[in-house]
């Protein structure tokens, strides 16, 4: 879908001419596409991760492993979105005297979530696909003759 003014009405909050690869700590709040609650459930106060919400914890926490230059701080997943601190401890490319290593286009806060959006999504994907579990988004397709109807679980 192209960008309509008419029907998208998003503003960008983001600081005209600001580097968001600078050092420094950044709040970051995800939502779900159309508020779905697709990570779990709070439960007496408490926030109590499905199988989706496991996975989008376990590939926030897999963020560090892949990039050397962030620390994770403080985080949460709800069941329609997901808050957290993330700190950009130096710039890549800085003071690194490694020749021919393979470095990332970009390495700013954009990019970080970026990537950690496309690894929570596929991971989601691949899990509905394993498990049998219809979305929606195939909706109009035929139904598999094993699947019936009330082995089908719809995510809302």
């Known amino acids: ?18 580097d968001y690869s600078k ?9 779900v596409e159309d ?11 408490k926030m109590i ?6 996975i989008a914890n376990d590939e926030w926490l897999n963020t560090s492993n892949i990039r050397d230059n962030i620390s994770l701080h403080e985080f949460i997943i ?3 979105h997901f808050h957290c601190i993330i700190e950009i401890n130096f710039k890549k490319g800085e003071n690194d005297q490694s020749i021919g290593a393979f470095k990332s286009p970009s390495q700013t806060i954009g990019s970080i979530i970026r990537g950690y ?5 596929k991971k989601i994907k691949d899990f509905l696909k394993e498990e049998n579990i219809r ?15 009330e082995s089908e679980i719809a995510l809302y």
């Open 23 to 31: 050092t420094g700590l950044y709040f970051i709040t995800l939502c």
């Open 49 to 54: 991760l499905n199988p989706l919400g496991q």
């Open 135 to 149: 979305t929606g988004e195939l909706q109009f397709a035929p139904i598999s003759e094993s699947i019936s109807s």
């Open 78 to 80: 709800m069941p329609n």
């Open 1 to 18: 879908m192209t960008f309509n003014p008419q029907i998208h009405h998003r503003k960008s909050i983001r600081l005209k001419g600001y």
């Open 35 to 45: 508020k779905q609650h697709l990570f779990g459930d709070v439960i007496d106060g």
């Open 117 to 121: 959006k496309i690894a929570t999504t």
